[in-house]
């Protein structure tokens, strides 16, 4: 199997933790590595749907849950980009 990206990041639908949460775990994870810079879009709700076999609705509460926790911001008619300051350890800017 070639594509190794979203076989490296399996979600599991008999968690205990909502698919929504995973993902979030999924993209913060992204984040604190450095996979996904400040500054930049993080995958579109269709792209994150289809990559890691979820509903599009899914994927927006998991971007929800990124803006919750202050990783990611989101412009409206743009898309999702992750926070200036949330590349530096993955987590919530501190207020």
Do not use: W
Request: net charge positive; proline share 7%; aromatic share 4%.
């Amino acid at each position: 199997m070639s594509d190794t990206s979203a076989s490296d990041k399996v979600l599991d639908p008999r968690s205990a933790t909502p698919l929504y949460v995973q993902l979030a775990n999924v993209i913060a994870q992204q984040i604190a590595s450095g996979a996904l810079a400040p500054d930049r879009p993080i995958p579109s709700e269709n792209r994150m749907a289809e990559e890691y076999g979820v509903a599009r609705l899914t994927a927006r509460r998991a971007t929800q849950e990124l803006r919750e926790r202050g990783l990611v911001v989101t412009v409206r008619g743009k898309g999702s980009y992750v926070s200036p300051d949330a590349g530096k350890n993955g987590t919530a800017p501190e207020a």
